[in-house]
C-alpha cells in the first residue's frame, strides 16, 4: 500500500491575491455604478430644479405683460398656465391660493403625500418632490403675482376708462402657491440604461473572475497533483533504494532502464555502465528468462568483479505490464546468497563435526583403556634395563609416545564432549601473565621476541579460566611452531564499551587462501607431529563463549588471531 496524501488543498498567495483583486474589482465598480447612478440624479434634480424655477419667474414676470389680457375679462394666470403646460418636458402646474382654493391649474394633477401650504409659504427655498412612480418631479414654492407701483395702476386705470373697461387694479398682494411638475421620463430612462451597463459589467465581471477562479482551482489541482506525484516517486525510490535485494529494472529489448545501490554492488558495475546496454551483455550468462520464456524464481548465478571478486547470487524475475496489459519490461531481483552460503557451510561443518565427534568418543574410549597399560609396560622395562642405555632409550620413547597419544586422545575427547563453561569473574591479564609463565622455557629455547600488549588498567571479564587458558596455550603453540627460531611473537588484549579482543600475532610463515579456508577443520594440520584439533577446540571454546575468530594471514607475512567476545569488560586499576 502506498502511503495516504498528506497534501491537502491550500491556496497559494498568488492565487488569493488574484482572488482579493477581483473582490476589490467587483466592490469598486459597484461603488463607482452607485456614485454615477447618485450624480446623474442629483444633476436631474439640479437640473430640473432650475428649469421649474426659471418657468416660475417667468411666470411672475409675465404676469405684467397679461394685464392687458386682464382687463379685457380673460383670467391671465389660467392663460399662462394653459401655454406653459404645453411645453414638452411641463407635466402640469397648478396654483393654489393660501386657503388651498385653486386659482389656476393644467395638467394632470397627481394625488400625493406633498408639505402642507403653511411649510411651503414660510420655507426660504424652493420645495422638492420626486414621484417616481408617475416619472414626476414637483418643484412648490411661494407664488407672488406682482400687481405694480402707484404709477402703473394710475396709467392701467386710465387705460380702461379709455377702452371703455371700467374695472379696478387690485391694491394687495395674495399669497399663493405654485406646484410645478416636470417628466422625469428622459433621465430615468438614461438612468435605466446606466444601471443595465454597470450589471452588464458587473456580469461579465463575473463571468471573468469566475473563469479565473476556476483556474486557479485548477492549477491548485494540478500543484496538488504534481506535488503528490513528486512525493511518490521520492517514495517509491526510498523503497527500492532501502530494499536489500537488488533491482534491475529491463525495457521490452531488455536493455536496463534503472537498478538501485544495492543492484549496482552486488553486479559490480554504476547504472551509467549499464543504462540503456543489454543486459546479458553486461553481465554474461546472466539469466533473464527461462529456456521458453518463462520466468524464473532464484535462479543460480555467479557475478563475476572486475577484481577477481565474486558474488554468488540468486536471481528472480517478473513481467511489467504497461495500461493496456501489453508486456513492457522485466524486473530483475537479485539476491546476495553469500551470507546464506557461508551459513549452509558452517551448518555442513557442524554435522561433519558431529558424526566425527561420535566416531572420535567411541575410538577415544577403546584407545584410551590399553593406554595406561602400555605405559606401565614401558616404565617397567625402563627400570628392569637399569644399566642398559640403549634399551632405557626405548623405553623412555615409549613412554613419550604413549604420553602423545594420550594427549591426542584428549584433545579428541574434548572436541567430541566439550565440557560446559563454568563462567566465572577472572583478571584477564593475570590469564594471560600465566599463560606466558607457561610457555617461557619454549619460548626461551626458540630464542623468541615475545611482547606482551595489555592496557595499564586490569580488564575484568566472566569466562571459564581455564578454557580460556587452553585456547591462549594452543595459540601460542601454533605460532610457536609458525615463527621458528628467533621470530616475534605478540600477545595482547584491548576492551572497549562493546566488546572485548584478544590476539595472538606472529611474523612467521603464513597460510594460503586455501588452508586458511580449512585451519578449524578436526585433524587438518600443516605440522609433521601435529593432532589437527587445536584449532578446532580454539574455535569450540571461543563459540561456547559466544565469541567470534577474526584471522589475518599471508604467506611469508605472518598470522594474526584475533578473538573477539561480545561483552564489554570492566576495567579495574
Not at 276 to 294: D, H, R, T
Not at 320 to 342: A, M, N, P, T, Y
Request: aromatic letters at 6%; one cysteine or more.
Amino acid at each position: 500500500m502506498f502511503p495516504a496524501n498528506n497534501h491537502s488543498f491550500k491556496i497559494s498567495r498568488t492565487a488569493l491575491a488574484i482572488v482579493i483583486a477581483a473582490l476589490l474589482l467587483a466592490v469598486l465598480l459597484a461603488i463607482l455604478t452607485i456614485r454615477n447612478i447618485k450624480r446623474e440624479e442629483n444633476l436631474m434634480t439640479t437640473f430640473l430644479l432650475h428649469e421649474g424655477l426659471t418657468l416660475i419667474r417667468s411666470f411672475e414676470a409675465g404676469a405684467r405683460t397679461t394685464m392687458m389680457h386682464h382687463m379685457e375679462g380673460d383670467e391671465p394666470l389660467v392663460t399662462l398656465v394653459t401655454e406653459t403646460v404645453k411645453e414638452p418636458l411641463v407635466a402640469y402646474i397648478r396654483i393654489v391660493n393660501e386657503n388651498g382654493e385653486i386659482v389656476a391649474a393644467s395638467g394632470a394633477w397627481l394625488k400625493a403625500a406633498r408639505p402642507s401650504i403653511d411649510k411651503i409659504l414660510s420655507s426660504p427655498a424652493p420645495i422638492t418632490t420626486r414621484l417616481e412612480s408617475e416619472e414626476i418631479f414637483e418643484v412648490a414654492r411661494p407664488f407672488t403675482q406682482v400687481s405694480g407701483d402707484a404709477g402703473q395702476k394710475k396709467m392701467m386705470g386710465r387705460w380702461g376708462n379709455n377702452c371703455g373697461v371700467n374695472k379696478s387694479w387690485p391694491d394687495t398682494q395674495q399669497n399663493m402657491v405654485i406646484y410645478l411638475g416636470l417628466h422625469t421620463g428622459e433621465f430615468d430612462q438614461a438612468r435605466h440604461v446606466d444601471v443595465k451597463h454597470a450589471l452588464l459589467l458587473g456580469g461579465i465581471l463575473f463571468l471573468v473572475g469566475s473563469a479565473g477562479l476556476y483556474f486557479i482551482f485548477l492549477y491548485q489541482e494540478m500543484r496538488v497533483g504534481r506535488r503528490t506525484l513528486a512525493d511518490m516517486e521520492l517514495y517509491t525510490k526510498n523503497v527500492i533504494e532501502s530494499t536489500p535485494a537488488g533491482l534491475i529494472t529491463l525495457d521490452g529489448d531488455a536493455r536496463v532502464v534503472s537498478c538501485n545501490s544495492r543492484a549496482e554492488m552486488i553486479t559490480g558495475k554504476s547504472f551509467a555502465e549499464l543504462d540503456g546496454k543489454v543486459l546479458a551483455e553486461e553481465l554474461e550468462n546472466c539469466p533473464v528468462l527461462g529456456p521458453e520464456g518463462e520466468i524464473m524464481v532464484e535462479q543460480p548465478f555467479t557475478c563475476n568483479h572486475s577484481d577477481g571478486s565474486s558474488v554468488p547470487v540468486r536471481v528472480s524475475t517478473s513481467v511489467l505490464h504497461d495500461g493496456k496489459g501489453r508486456v513492457s519490461g522485466l524486473v530483475l531481483i537479485l539476491r546476495d546468497v553469500r551470507e546464506v552460503f557461508d551459513i549452509e557451510q558452517k551448518l555442513e561443518q557442524s554435522r561433519r563435526l558431529a558424526a566425527l565427534g561420535r566416531m572420535a568418543t567411541g575410538i577415544a574410549h577403546e584407545i584410551r583403556n590399553p593406554l595406561g597399560t602400555l605405559r606401565g609396560f614401558a616404565q617397567l622395562f625402563a627400570r628392569k634395563f637399569t644399566g642398559h642405555p640403549t634399551e632405557q632409550e626405548y623405553a623412555h620413547m615409549m613412554v613419550d609416545e604413549v604420553d602423545r597419544l594420550d594427549r591426542t586422545v584428549s584433545a579428541l575427547l574434548q572436541f567430541a564432549r566439550p565440557r560446559e563453561p563454568e563462567l566465572q569473574q577472572i583478571c584477564l591479564n593475570e590469564v594471560m601473565a600465566k599463560t606466558v609463565k607457561f610457555m617461557g622455557d619454549d619460548l626461551k629455547a626458540q630464542a623468541i621476541e615475545f611482547r606482551l600488549e595489555l592496557p595499564a588498567r586490569k580488564i575484568m571479564m566472566q569466562v571459564d579460566p581455564d578454557l580460556l587458558q587452553q585456547v591462549l596455550l594452543n595459540l601460542l603453540h601454533n605460532a610457536l611452531a609458525a615463527s621458528g627460531r628467533g621470530g616475534m611473537i605478540e600477545l595482547g588484549a584491548s576492551c572497549c564499551t562493546d566488546d572485548t579482543s584478544l590476539w595472538v600475532a606472529d611474523n612467521g610463515k603464513g597460510m594460503s587462501l586455501e588452508d586458511k579456508s580449512q585451519m578449524f577443520d578436526p585433524f587438518f594440520t600443516t605440522k609433521k607431529t601435529g593432532t589437527g584439533l587445536g584449532l578446532t577446540v580454539v574455535h569450540q571454546i571461543v563459540s561456547q563463549h559466544g565469541g567470534s575468530l577474526e584471522v589475518d594471514s599471508e604467506l611469508g607475512q605472518g598470522t594474526r588471531v584475533k578473538i573477539v567476545f561480545p561483552q564489554p569488560a570492566r576495567t579495574n586499576t
